[in-house]
């Protein structure tokens, strides 16, 4: 972001990473933030969610359950090589005693990537605690910030929170621990964030084969009046964001945990039998099914969410393979 030849990018081995790419073909490290940073690590020690960059500032969360604040200071050395000076600014956890009676256990990683609106924050964890902080003054350069939004929605939620153009929050959650919670407000939830003490607009069940595990594990797609969700079980739906009403579903080889895109009324979906299909939404997608318009089969189950670029699709299979996919008629 802002022009900086920078790669943050987490790993599994306990360690979040800046990255240098102005040193030709080899990436050279900057700065490393250890799972162990946080006073009490709960869970695990690896960076699951894309950090998020708010001017000089990096917004993530970790599976050692906290969520961090850093002042990157940006800047260049005398050589012009890209340099950082790294300074955490605000360390929270991502949980509270609350949360660990409700649930039961201590599976409380932040595993999904940290959303942001108007000087908030937004996350949630392994157990379903949607967490809304005030950080505008840390990005002023001050050191206040102030939890200002909490919903617990009963479960696992590895999707990141989407926010509309209104300021609603659309929050997908797996169905595993079967809570009573999970059953009172639904796995793909809107909230309000505006009304802290009853923020459910609606919430919609989402359930799984024959009463098994459910929800969703990818991060819904907002375009125009929908909301785009794959499940656990298998498929596409279309939900009205404004009713939650279920508008269509498409079958597919499930689990489908790759995340939908819609790129010029192109829906992209991949499914676990490896084949990426390629929908053509049309002026209401909302009406009814879509129109098929091509698909490539991979070498794998597809989990990971496609990156679209000048025309070419990019997509990580479990066969082990980084595709490039595009019109063999365009140069």
């Not at 649930?103 to 949607?130: C, H």
């Not at 923020?199 to 125009?224: D, F, K, Q, R, S």
């Not at 964001?241 to 010029?264: C, F, H, N, Q, Y």
Request: proline share 6%.
């Amino acid at each position: 972001p802002d022009g900086y030849p920078l790669l943050y990018s987490g790993s599994r081995d306990d360690y979040f990473r800046i990255l240098a790419l102005d040193h030709g073909r080899t990436l050279h490290e900057l700065w490393r933030l250890g799972a162990d940073s946080a006073p009490n690590p709960v869970w695990n020690d690896d960076w699951d969610g894309s950090a998020l960059i708010v001017g000089d500032y990096l917004l993530e969360g970790g599976e050692n359950s906290w969520f961090y604040v850093v002042k990157l200071n940006r800047d260049y050395d005398d050589s012009g090589k890209v340099m950082v000076d790294p300074e955490i600014k605000m360390m929270v956890p991502g949980f509270d005693d609350e949360l660990f009676a409700a649930i039961g256990d201590g599976s409380v990683s932040i595993e999904n990537s940290v959303a942001f609106d108007d000087g908030v924050a937004y996350f949630s964890n392994g157990g379903g605690l949607v967490q809304g902080w005030d950080i505008s003054d840390i990005l002023r350069g001050g050191d206040r910030y102030d939890r200002v939004f909490r919903f617990w929605a009963g479960d696992d939620t590895d999707a990141s929170i989407v926010i509309d153009d209104q300021g609603f929050l659309y929050v997908a959650t797996e169905l595993e621990r079967f809570t009573n919670r999970s059953a009172e407000v639904g796995q793909l939830l809107k909230l309000d964030p505006t009304k802290p003490k009853n923020p459910l607009v609606w919430g919609l069940p989402v359930p799984g084969h024959e009463g098994g595990i459910g929800g969703m594990w990818g991060t819904p797609a907002l375009y125009g009046a929908g909301l785009f969700i794959t499940t656990n079980a298998g498929g596409v739906w279309a939900v009205d964001r404004a009713t939650g009403e279920v508008r269509w579903k498409m079958d597919l080889p499930g689990p489908t945990w790759s995340s939908p895109v819609i790129v010029d009324d192109t829906l992209l979906v991949g499914d676990c039998y490896g084949v990426l299909h390629a929908y053509d939404l049309g002026n209401d997608p909302l009406a009814g099914k879509p129109r098929d318009l091509w698909r490539v089969q991979l070498s794998g189950c597809i989990e990971s969410t496609p990156a679209v670029w000048k025309g070419m699709v990019y997509v990580g299979d479990r066969g082990g393979v980084m595709n490039a996919i595009g019109d063999p008629r365009r140069s």
